[in-house]
């Protein structure tokens, strides 16, 4: 079994990532880390501890909370006023409400976090390991990935590899430049991506291929379990709000499931395709760019070292068939 650690920002198709790290046979789940992203940390984390109960987990995969603000940045709605240092927009990511929304429909938690930190849960954690042995899956902004980078740098050799979904090349949804993880908190992003951990980056570009459709959300209903209805409504209401701003999607009557992609391809790699082995930076220049995952994809004689596989496509077969195909097999459990 892989061993991985879930960090996430729970929202609906985080949730959607952490009933297939759960259910899936060929995952062990030791921990779900929750961060500030779709909503405020108390959200996600509370979220993160219904999708437990959902999938009857409680008491054997734990929830941590995480990090409640970024590292620097001041651009997240619900950053306090007085951490701000000038004035910035507010609300500025498209879509944030329909598409999440704060509570998933799922009833309220009777489990509790844990009492360690997200940081430094991951930090013991990743020490007691080998090497190589812990697979990290942040499905959300980086911020707990990142301050566990910098509180104990040995913890980097722990790391067999880091699936991210985040960035985006051509498709970009939380500013002209950049995607919404990313810019949430660029610079945790340029501290992981410089850490010399073997990255995969799970774009939009990539995502936006691995939709379901309403209709496959019907057969994934018709499996009749509890975690299979939620991935259900969770399709349902996402392909809602992806309704009101993206005409690509509405046409589809589809929605991406980013983060359960980012998953997949731990088992799968070839759900991802068009894979580039490069270097990318994030722009924390704090300009009109700042959030952007800069991938060079000139040949140069000399140079910077590649640091990423970042992925510009998705086969969107190879994706839903593994959705269906973990729910059907815990039914049949
Ligand atoms: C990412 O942002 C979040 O809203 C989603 O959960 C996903 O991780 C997509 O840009
Ligand atoms: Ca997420």
Known sequence: KRKIIMDVDTGSDDAIALVMAML??????????SVNGNVEVKLTTDNSLRVVECCDKQGQVKVYKGCDLPI???????TAQSLRP?????GTREGQTVVHGDHLPLPAPTIKEERDSAVVWLINTLLDSEDGEITLVPVGPLTNVAVAMRAD???IPKIKEIF??????????????????????????????????????VPLDATHQAYITVDEAQKIRAIGTKPA?????LVE????GYGVNDAEMKALNAAPIHDALALCAVLHPECLKDVLHVNCHTDISRGFAYGQTIIDRR???????????FALGADKDVFYNWVMDVLEKDKAK
């Open 86 to 90: 000038f004035p910035t927009r507010e």
């Open 72 to 78: 620097a940045s001041t651009l997240m709605p619900w």
């Open 153 to 155: 740098p040995r913890i």
């Open 299 to 309: 040949v140069r004689v000399n140079p910077e070292p590649k640091n990423c596989y």
């Open 164 to 201: 991210i979904m985040g960035g985006g090349h051509l498709v970009n949804n939380s500013s002209p430049a950049a995607e919404f993880n990313i810019w949430a908190d660029p610079e945790a992003m340029e501290i992981v991506l410089q850490s010399g951990c073997k990255i995969t980056m």
């Open 229 to 233: 209805q939620l991935v259900a409504d």
């Open 24 to 33: 899936c046979e060929d995952f062990d789940c030791l921990g779900i880390c």
């Open 237 to 240: 209401s996402r392909t809602a």
